[in-house]
């Protein structure tokens, strides 16, 4: 995204995470001049790597009571302001033979307490309306669990606050924040494209980094100990199930299966990791075949599916304790002021939380900004809907770039398909190229879908390399292509095998026999032949 950049703020974000996009669109909103700074590309973080539930907070009505009605309250919001994101599929706790039954009547208890709808539903009921859950079950909690959309979320709310004024950098890095004596008044940003440097004066600086919080307080001299939990997930090559299947006991790995779009997410795993591991996203294939033995106990046809990819996201938990996992530090919002904290004015740390909590934390970090710039103005982000909302009707087949500018484009006969699993059309591609002519395959992925689907970018990859010859030149489009496609790779490596054995094997050949590119995915067949 190139914008013109002014040499002072009252606010300045750290963080394109849908924490940090929310934070910019609550500001925007209430009049402060506003910018937001991401280091990679929007929804680079945790927030591009989750399974896109919308709890209902029944997941976490036992363990904490708090978290799960901050779950149910901002359910009902997303479900107003958020329609083009939200697929009200509904969800259910199931339990099996295995499974204790005390539990289940504990989390109805602690669902009804946080004000969550907890219905139990005999075994028939629950095979009726999700016919793909395990058919052994004992029996099963009916609550409106949901599945959301994280990148239109994000994009959404990135759209809002650039229409009331604020300022989005992307590949823009917070490098230095500055102090005089104990406030902090700057920040200093390295275009992370041309390595060029610039100083911002803030009002205040919000950090939203999520897991990199602790590094961004660090830059401000103050310390925040986190406790990374990563977690691994499964993306299925085909919509297995209608609703959220959970399963009804203490929160363990592979017990959430997530419906959306045309496919399904399988996770989890918690594990901690140290610090210097969080940029590190890969997958083993040992994580990989854990989680589809356990998740068939979900919906036994998952042994059946094509597993499209493998991929993993780290928690930012803020922590001082020594859980091994992770999965018992609270999953509770941590809005920090530093001034109280730490002695540090204009410094606030907004982490913690979960993607579905997202408005909640910041309206509470904007709120603590107007305070230190001595503003009243109140928040209004849960009674004002997103760019897209409204326009329910059509958000099914829309992206981020449908409701930026209206146009006809599906009843457009002279509009081509690029992406033919994604539905991704000539069109929008070109109206993203058009606005930004620098952006690579990975930010039109985020953006429309592109390559998600389940060949993964091996048919449209082509496509769009063609356009971006034309733009960007033959040798750096082509470069692209390969950083894509080998990314791709990455993520389909530890679970190659079977169906998508086949389809990596073919795409290998579609792009070095055919094609001649031979930098792509050059372990495939290598591997394959072993
Ligand atoms: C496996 C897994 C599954 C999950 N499933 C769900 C779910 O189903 N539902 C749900 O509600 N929540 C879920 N969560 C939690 C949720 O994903 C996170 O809480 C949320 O996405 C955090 O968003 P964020 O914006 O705070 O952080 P991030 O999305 O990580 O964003 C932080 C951003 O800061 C940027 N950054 C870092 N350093 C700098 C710098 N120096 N300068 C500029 N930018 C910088 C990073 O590039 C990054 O993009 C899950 C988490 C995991 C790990």
Redesign the pocket.
Known sequence: MTEKLLSQYDVVI???????AGVARDCAMRGMSTLL????DL?????G?????M?SGARYAVTDLENARECIEENKILCRIARHCVEPTGGLFISLPEDDLAYQARLVESCHEAGINAEVIDAAEARRIEPAVNPTLVSAVLVPDASIDPFKLTMSNVLDAQLHGATVLTYH??VAIHRDQNTVTAVTLRDNLSGEQKRVDAGVVIN?????SC??AKLAGVELKMLPAR?A?LLLGQRVNKMVINRCRKPANADILVPTGNVCVL??TSRRVPIEEIEDMSVTVEEAQMLLTEGVKLAPAIAHTRVLRAYA????LVADDDDPTGRNVSRGISCIDHSERDGVENFITI?G????TYRLMAQMATDLACKKLHLRRRCATATTSLPGSDNVATSKSTTWHDFTISKPWRHDKNNRLLCTCEGVTEREVETILNEDDDVDFDALRRRTRLGMGPCQGRICACRVARKMCARQGEDEAMKRLVNFMNERWKGMRPVTWSDTLSEAYNTALVYQDLCGVDQIMKTVKKEVKQ
């Open positions: 750290v963080g394109g995470g849908v924490t940090g700074v991401e280091s990679h929804t680079y973080g945790t927030t790597r989750n399974h896109g539930l709890h890095e917070v939203a980094a999520g897991i990199w590094l961004i977690g997930l996770g989890t996201g780290v928690r930012p982490t939380g979960k993607m579905m």
